[in-house]
Each structure stands twice: as C-alpha cells, then as structure tokens.
C-alpha cells in the first residue's frame, strides 16, 4: 500500500489527461459517476459528487467538499482529488 506522498509522486509523473482518465473511472466506480472540477480565478478545485445547487442564487452551484484546498493548476487538483478521494468514506 502506498503513502500519500508516494501515491501523489506517482501521480505526478502522468500528464492531464491520464490524470482526468482516472478520476473519471473513480468517480464512476466509487460515485455513480459524479465528478465536479470548479475552475476559479485563481485554483483549480475537484471533488468527486454533483455539484449542489444553492436554492435562490441566479444559477449558482457549490462543488460538494467545498472545504477541500485549491490547486493552483488543475492537474495538482486532480491529484489532490485521487489521494484525499472522499473523506466521507
């Protein structure tokens, strides 16, 4: 089993797309598919689940897990998701 620093250094050493290949299959086999990537001005936030809708704002929407840290790129983000993975677990 490996450490989450071993995990994340692993990670690392893939490109974007391998990276959103494999958060896709997580969500698919740990959350009915859900996935939610939120790109803000300055992070990059990814959480496994639907976003949820805020009942009364002009089509806004808060990612689930929103306490989860920003990453400054999206691919720190996606690694974040893959190594916390969902902390209600």
């Not at 859900?34 to 949820?52: C, K, S």
């Amino acid at each position: 089993m490996l450490t989450k620093a071993e995990h994340a250094a692993l990670l690392r050493s893939l490109a974007v797309d391998r990276l959103l290949q494999l958060v896709t299959l997580e969500a698919k086999r740990r959350h009915d598919g859900h996935m939610t990537i939120v790109a803000l001005t300055t992070q990059y936030q990814v959480a496994f689940g639907p976003p949820t809708l805020s009942p009364g704002s002009a089509g806004g929407a808060s990612a689930p897990r929103a306490e989860r840290p920003g990453a400054p790129t999206l691919k720190e983000a996606l690694i974040t998701a893959m190594v916390e993975g969902d902390r209600r677990r």
